[in-house]
C-alpha cells in the first residue's frame, strides 16, 4: 500500500464525509453547520493543512453544488433566475449556483484549515504530515 | 449572505418543485373536530369542518401557509411600523399612520369586535389558526422576503385582523382633498372654486334611481353662520401633504340582472373591484363549507370569511360609496406644550397617545399626539406630511375612528339564505361605505347604498374648518333606516360603479367626495337594452373596453381642429384620433392620441388656475371640463388668466393638439404609442420588487371604460355568479394561490386575466373527493 494512495484514500474520505456530514447538519443546524462539520473532520482525519482546506472546500463545494442544481432543477429555475436578476446578475442561474456552493465551500474550506491546526497544536508530531 | 445562500436555510428551500404534492395529514392543536381540505388544480382550497370555528381556524392557517409575508407587511404598513423593516425612509410613512389614529381606530375595533360572542369567536379562531402555522414553522420554510429583510414573523393578534381591516377602510374611505380644496377656495374665491369643483355632474345617472327616498329626513342639520362666506376668505393657506394619497381611482363595478332578463331564468350577479394591482395578490381564493354555511369567493388575507363571493341561496359583492368621511379641523392651543386647547369658551384639556416607532437600528422614535374632542391632532409643526413647512395644529376627524364591527358583515353575507338576512347583515358595515349587491335563488334582487356616514351640510368638510367651538362638528349620522337601497326594481336590474348613489341636488345630506359617472352610464344602458341574458354577454360586459368619455369628448376636439392648417405629421396624428373606434384596445395608437390630447387640453386650461392656488397637478375630475365646453362654448377657464388675450376654446385645443401630436411622434418612433405600451400595466410586488413583479403587461382596458385597466390599478376580481338551481360562477384574478415567488402559482393567473379569460369557479360537494379536479388532499386532526 503507497503512501500515495494513504493520502488520496484520507483526502477522498474527508471530502465524502464532510460533504455527508455537512448534509446532516443542514437538517438539524443553522446554515453554519457546515462549518463545524469542516472542523471536526479536519481535526479528526489528520492532513497536511492545504490539503484539509481542500476536503472542506470541495466536500460543500459539492454538496451545494447539487443540492442546489438538484432543487432548481425541480422548480425549473423560476426562483433562481428571479433573486438573480434581484442581484443583478441578469437571469443567469448557473452564476448563481456556482456562487451558492463556492461560498459554502469557503467557509467549509477555513474552518477545515482552523480544525487542521488545531489538531497540530494538540498532536504536535510526524503523523500530522503524513504524506 | 451564507444564511441567505445555503441550499438547506435560505432561498433555495423557496424553489418550490414545480410539480409539488401540496397532499398531508396534519395534526394541529387548536382544531375541534377533524377536517378535510381539497386543493384544486388551481391550488383553491375547499375546506370542510365540522362546525364554523374550525373553518376558520383553517382559513387562518391556510392564509398563513401561502401567504404570511404579505399579511404581516400589510399590518406593518397599517399600524406605522415599515421603519422597523426598511429604516429611516420609512419614518414619515410611519407617523402618519400613527398621527391618523390607525392603531388607536384598530385597537377600539378589537374591543368591538370581542364584545360580540359570534364575532369575538371567528376572530380568535381564526387567530389561533394562523398562529399554529406560526409556532410550526421552521426556519427553512420562511417566505423569502423575511430571508431577504432578515427578520422573522410576530404571533398574529385580533389587533392585526383590526388593522388589516383599517388598511382597507384608509385605502377605500380615505380618500379627500380637503387641503387642496382648502388652498384653492381661498386664493381663487368659492365662486370660482364652485365652478371648479361642482357638487354635481349634468351626466347623471344615480345609483338609486326612483325616489324612494322621499321620507323626512331623520336629522335636520344647519350650516353654521358664515360657513359660505367669511369662513376661508383669502386668509389661510395650507401646506400639508400626505405621504400617500389613496388612490382616486378605486372603484369598481357590480351588477345583478333579474331572471326576467336572462336566459335562464335566473338572476346573475357579477362584481369587478377595481384596486391597486399587486404580487401577492390583496385576494386569496377559496371554499370555506361547514353545517351552518357553504360559501365561495374570494378572502383577504388577514381576515375570516369569504369576503365577494356566493353560497347555496346567493351571491353578494360590493363598490365603492367614494363619499367623504374624513375632514380637519384647526385647532387653536393655549401654548406649545398642546396641554389645552380652546374649545366652546374654555381651555380645555388634550388627551397625549405616545406612538413609539422602532427604528431598524432598535433605537425608539417617540411620537407625542395630541388627541381633542375632534380625534388626533395629525399635522402640526413636527409634522406636515410633505416638503413644506407647516405651522398650523389640524386634528382629523375620521369616520373610520368610530368603533364598528365589519366582520359581521361577511358572516353575515356568507351565512345569508335570503334577502332578509342581507339586509340585516350589511348593515353592521359602517365604514369603508360600500354599494352592497345581492341576488339570490329565489329570484331577489338588491343594493344597498351601505355605510354610517356623517349627516353633513352643503359642503360640510370639503374644507379645514375651524376647531374652536362645536358649530362646525358632524351633528349626527344619517340614522340606518334611511340608507338608500332598491330592492326587485322593475328594470329588472341594478347596479353601481362609484357614482352618485343618490341626486346629490335632491338629497336632505351632502354627499362629499368625487363620482365616476361614465362606466355606470353604459352599464345601465346596456342592462336596460338587453334581454335574454347569458353569462357569456356578462363575461364581454365586464371586458368591454368602449371608452364613453372620449365618445362625448372627441367630437369637440375633431370638430376644433383646424385640420387645414395642419402639417402633414400633425395630419396623421388627426386621422388615426378621428379613425379611432372609441375602444382601449391594446394596439389602438387612438386611444393614445385622444388621452395625450385631452391631458394636453386639461393642462392649457386648468394650469394657470392651480398655480395660482399652488396646486399644480391637481386638476378637477374631466367630466367638468367636458361639461364645460359642451354647455358653453366660451367656458371662462378657457382663458388663460396670464395673458392680456382672451383664449377661445379653437385656440386652447388647436394648441393642445399640436403639443401633443409633439409627444405622441416621439412615442411612436420608440414603439410605445400603442395603448397597451402607453397604460403600461404593471402588477407589481409589494414591496417594490421588481423581479418578483410582472411587469409590462400589454392589455387592453383603461380608465373610463367598464373594463378599467390602468396602469397599477384595475379589476382585481372579476366574478360572474349565475343563480341557477346548480350555481354557475366564473371568476379570475391577476394573481395565483401562492404568496411564494418561487412557486408556479405565484402569478399563474396574470396572463389568462390579461386575456380576457374566467375560470369556472368550483363550488364543490362533500362526496367529491374523488373528483379529478382534487389534486392534493390535507386531511387534519386534533392534536
Given amino acids: 500500500m503507497s503512501q500515495d494512495f494513504k493520502f488520496m484514500s484520507k483526502y477522498i474520505l474527508s471530502i465524502i464525509v464532510t460533504a455527508l456530514l455537512a448534509f446532516v447538519s443542514g437538517l438539524y443546524m443553522p446554515w453554519w453547520g457546515i462549518a463545524v462539520v469542516a472542523f471536526l473532520v479536519s481535526a479528526a482525519i489528520p492532513q497536511r493543512p492545504a490539503f484539509s482546506f481542500l476536503s472542506g472546500f470541495l466536500g460543500v463545494f459539492l454538496l451545494w453544488e447539487v443540492l442546489a442544481w438538484w432543487i432548481d432543477n425541480k422548480n425549473n429555475g423560476i426562483l433562481s433566475q428571479k433573486v438573480s436578476s434581484l442581484f443583478g446578475m441578469g437571469s443567469s442561474t448557473v452564476l448563481l449556483i456556482v456562487i451558492t456552493s463556492i461560498l459554502g465551500a469557503l467557509v467549509a474550506g477555513f474552518a477545515a484549515l482552523a480544525g487542521s491546526y488545531l489538531r497540530r497544536l494538540i498532536y504536535p508530531g510526524p503523523t500530522a504530515v503524513t504524506p | 449572505m451564507g444564511q441567505f445562500l445555503s441550499p438547506q436555510h435560505g432561498f433555495w428551500q423557496n424553489a ?163 387641503f387642496e380644496y382648502s388652498n384653492l377656495r381661498s386664493l381663487l374665491g368659492y365662486a370660482t372654486f364652485n365652478k371648479m369643483f361642482p357638487i354635481s355632474q349634468d351626466s347623471l345617472d344615480p345609483i338609486i334611481p326612483a325616489d324612494t327616498l322621499n321620507r323626512t329626513p331623520g336629522i335636520t342639520v344647519k350650516a353654521p353662520a358664515g360657513s359660505d362666506s367669511v369662513y376661508l376668505q383669502g386668509r389661510d393657506i395650507f401646506s400639508v401633504e400626505e405621504v400617500r394619497k389613496p388612490s382616486r381611482d378605486n372603484g369598481s363595478n357590480n351588477w345583478a340582472v333579474s331572471g326576467i332578463k336572462t336566459k335562464s331564468g335566473s338572476p346573475i350577479l357579477c362584481n369587478d373591484p377595481h384596486l391597486g394591482l399587486n404580487l401577492p395578490s390583496l385576494w386569496y381564493e377559496m371554499q370555506l363549507s361547514c353545517p351552518s354555511f357553504n360559501a365561495y369567493g374570494v378572502t383577504f388575507p388577514g381576515a375570516p370569511g369569504v369576503i365577494i363571493g356566493f353560497n347555496d341561496s346567493c351571491a353578494f359583492g360590493f363598490t365603492n360609496a367614494m363619499r367623504d368621511v374624513r375632514d380637519y379641523y384647526e385647532i387653536h392651543f393655549k401654548d406649545e406644550s398642546r396641554k389645552e386647547y380652546w374649545y366652546n369658551g374654555q381651555w380645555t384639556p388634550t388627551d397625549f397617545r405616545f406612538e413609539h416607532i422602532i427604528r431598524k437600528d432598535s433605537t425608539e422614535y417617540i411620537d407625542t399626539v395630541a388627541y381633542t374632542v375632534f380625534g388626533p391632532v395629525m399635522y402640526d409643526k413636527s409634522f406636515s406630511g410633505g416638503r413644506r413647512a407647516n405651522t398650523k395644529y389640524l386634528a382629523v376627524r375620521w369616520k373610520a375612528h368610530d368603533a364598528g364591527n365589519e366582520l359581521m358583515i361577511f358572516n353575515g353575507l356568507d351565512h345569508a339564505r335570503n334577502y332578509t338576512d342581507y339586509q340585516q347583515s350589511v348593515k353592521w358595515l359602517h365604514t369603508p361605505g360600500q354599494n352592497a349587491i345581492f341576488a339570490s335563488k329565489n329570484g331577489d334582487i338588491a343594493i344597498t347604498a351601505q355605510g354610517e356616514f356623517p349627516a353633513k351640510w352643503m359642503r360640510q368638510g370639503d374644507f379645514v374648518m375651524p376647531g374652536t367651538d362645536s358649530s362646525y362638528q358632524w351633528q349626527g349620522m344619517i340614522p340606518q333606516s334611511e340608507t338608500p337601497f332598491i330592492y326587485n326594481p322593475e328594470r329588472g336590474f341594478v347596479s353601481s360603479a362609484n357614482q352618485f348613489p343618490v341626486n346629490p341636488l335632491t338629497y336632505p345630506y351632502y354627499l362629499g367626495g368625487e363620482y365616476h359617472n361614465y362606466r355606470g352610464l353604459i352599464i345601465n344602458r346596456y342592462l336596460s337594452q338587453e334581454n335574454e341574458i347569458g353569462i357569456e354577454d356578462m363575461m364581454k360586459l365586464q371586458l368591454d373596453t368602449y371608452n364613453p368619455f372620449a365618445g362625448m369628448a372627441r367630437p369637440i376636439l375633431l370638430k376644433n381642429i383646424d385640420s387645414s392648417s395642419l402639417s402633414r405629421d400633425e395630419l396623421k396624428y388627426f386621422e388615426i384620433l378621428k379613425h379611432w373606434d372609441l375602444h382601449y384596445e391594446a394596439d389602438a395608437k387612438g386611444a393614445s392620441v385622444f388621452k395625450i390630447t385631452w391631458d394636453s387640453l386639461k393642462a392649457i386650461v386648468w394650469d394657470d388656475e392651480l398655480a395660482k392656488a399652488n396646486e399644480r397637478g391637481f386638476y378637477p375630475v374631466n367630466s367638468t371640463l367636458l361639461e364645460g365646453i359642451l354647455r358653453d362654448s366660451t367656458y371662462e377657464f378657457l382663458d388663460n388668466i396670464n395673458t392680456p388675450v382672451k383664449e377661445t376654446l379653437r385656440q386652447d385645443i388647436n394648441l393642445a393638439f399640436r403639443k401633443a401630436v409633439a409627444t405622441c411622434k416621439n412615442l411612436d418612433r420608440d414603439g410605445k404609442l400603442s395603448w397597451g405600451k402607453l397604460k403600461a400595466t404593471r402588477i407589481e410586488h409589494l414591496a417594490n420588487l421588481d423581479p418578483f413583479s410582472r411587469l409590462d403587461i400589454d392589455n387592453s382596458g383603461g380608465g373610463y371604460a367598464i373594463n378599467a385597466v390602468r396602469n397599477d390599478h384595475g379589476p382585481s376580481w372579476r366574478m360572474i355568479v349565475q343563480l341557477t338551481k346548480n350555481t354557475e360562477a366564473y371568476g379570475i384574478y391577476p394573481g395565483g394561490q401562492s404568496g411564494n415567488p418561487g412557486s408556479v402559482y405565484y402569478d399563474n393567473f396574470v396572463d389568462n386575466w390579461a386575456n380576457g379569460k374566467y375560470y369556472p369557479l368550483w363550488m364543490m360537494e362533500k362526496n367529491e373527493e374523488t373528483d379529478k379536479r382534487v389534486k392534493a388532499i390535507i386531511r387534519v386532526t386534533r392534536f
Avoid: C
Fill in chain 2, 16 to 178: 418550490e418543485p414545480v410539480d409539488k404534492d401540496f397532499g398531508q395529514d396534519l395534526q394541529l392543536a387548536g382544531l375541534k373536530e377533524p377536517a378535510e381540505v381539497y386543493l384544486d388544480d388551481r391550488l383553491v382550497p375547499h375546506v370542510f369542518t365540522a362546525n364554523d370555528g374550525d373553518a376558520y381556524y383553517i382559513q387562518g392557517y391556510l392564509h398563513a401557509k401561502f401567504r404570511l409575508w404579505q399579511m404581516e407587511f400589510q399590518t406593518y404598513a397599517a399600524a406605522g411600523r415599515i421603519s422597523e423593516l426598511i429604516g429611516p425612509k420609512g419614518l414619515n410613512y410611519d407617523r402618519e399612520k400613527r398621527r391618523l389614529g390607525m392603531v388607536w381606530a384598530a385597537e377600539r375595533a378589537v374591543a368591538e369586535m370581542e364584545k360580540d360572542p359570534v364575532s369575538k369567536e371567528e376572530a380568535d379562531a381564526y387567530t389561533a389558526g394562523v398562529n399554529t402555522y406560526i409556532a410550526n414553522l421552521r426556519e427553512s420554510e420562511l417566505p423569502i422576503e423575511y430571508k431577504l429583510l432578515g427578520y422573522k414573523p410576530e404571533l398574529w393578534s385580533n389587533l392585526k385582523t383590526a388593522l388589516f381591516l383599517k388598511f382597507m377602510s384608509l385605502d377605500l374611505a380615505g380618500y379627500e382633498s380637503d
